[in-house]
T-cell receptor
Framework: GENVEQHPSTLSVQEGDSAVIKCTYSDSASNYFPWYKQELGKGPQLIIDIRSNVGEKKDQRIAVTLNKTAKHFSLHITETQPEDSAVYFCAASRDNDYKLSFGAGTTVTVRA | DAGVIQSPRHEVTEMGQEVTLRCKPISGHNSLFWYRQTMMRGLELLIYFNNNVPIDDSGMPEDRFSAKMPNASFSTLKIQPSEPRDSAVYFC??????????????FGEGSRLTVL
């Protein structure tokens, strides 16, 4: 099955700086890569996703890049704000597969 | 829509007791998932229902765990008897579509279970 590894496990950044989280996956057939944000006491929420026919996708201050050859994808958060503090999960799945394989999560802390 | 609704939000019970967690998915969604979240194992898929039918229960830890979906608007996850190692946050999630890439997965706020 798919194995998704996520790094780092914790990340502390100064407000206004950028944050980068990296994930690698093992199944070359995976082609859907969502990112979830989990705030304290809440369930994970989808913030952005990318499909294998796209190398990069942006949505305001967040962006995701995908390198299918190397089997890794990354989340970039620019101009970080206190409300960006949360746990972020990457995930991967194949086309037409209901199962999402999640990374272990990255706890991001934005220091004021 | 109110989103995915789970109850109870917190449950503290003693080892050996029966625990029932409840979930109301988003109206119109035809896929429902139960996940378990722990520090050690992260987010694990326990069971997946499509159109109220269990499709994949390979993640259910053992016979002490059971899940039902009697109709499109309600599902339960039952643990009997409960053990301390079952302590975790249990999430219910729903989506529309058959595949992860065809419909956004919406999570409830979770049920935090503590088994003493």
């Amino acid at each position: 099955g798919e194995n998704v590894e996520q790094h780092p496990s914790t990340l502390s950044v100064q407000e206004g700086d950028s944050a980068v989280i990296k994930c690698t996956y093992s199944d070359s057939a995976s082609n859907y890569f969502p990112w979830y944000k989990q705030e304290l006491g809440k369930g994970p929420q989808l913030i952005i996703d990318i499909r294998s026919n796209v190398g990069e996708k942006k949505d305001q201050r967040i962006a995701v890049t995908l390198n299918k050859t190397a089997k890794h994808f990354s989340l970039h958060i620019t101009e970080t704000q206190p409300e960006d503090s949360a746990v972020y999960f990457c995930a991967a799945s194949r086309d037409n597969d209901y199962k999402l394989s999640f990374g272990a999560g990255t706890t991001v802390t934005v220091r004021a | 829509d109110a989103g995915v609704i789970q109850s109870p939000r917190h449950e503290v019970t003693e080892m050996g007791q029966e625990v029932t967690l409840r979930c109301k998915p988003i109206s119109g969604h035809n896929s429902l998932f139960w996940y378990r979240q722990t520090m050690m194992r992260g987010l694990e898929l326990l069971i997946y229902f499509n159109n109220n039918v269990p499709i994949d229960d390979s993640g259910m830890p053992e016979d002490r765990f059971s899940a039902k979906m009697p109709n499109a608007s309600f599902s339960t996850l039952k643990i009997q008897p409960s053990e301390p190692r079952d302590s975790a946050v249990y999430f219910c999630a729903s989506s529309y579509g058959l595949a992860a890439n065809t419909g956004e997965l919406f999570f409830g706020e979770g049920s935090r279970l503590t088994v003493l």
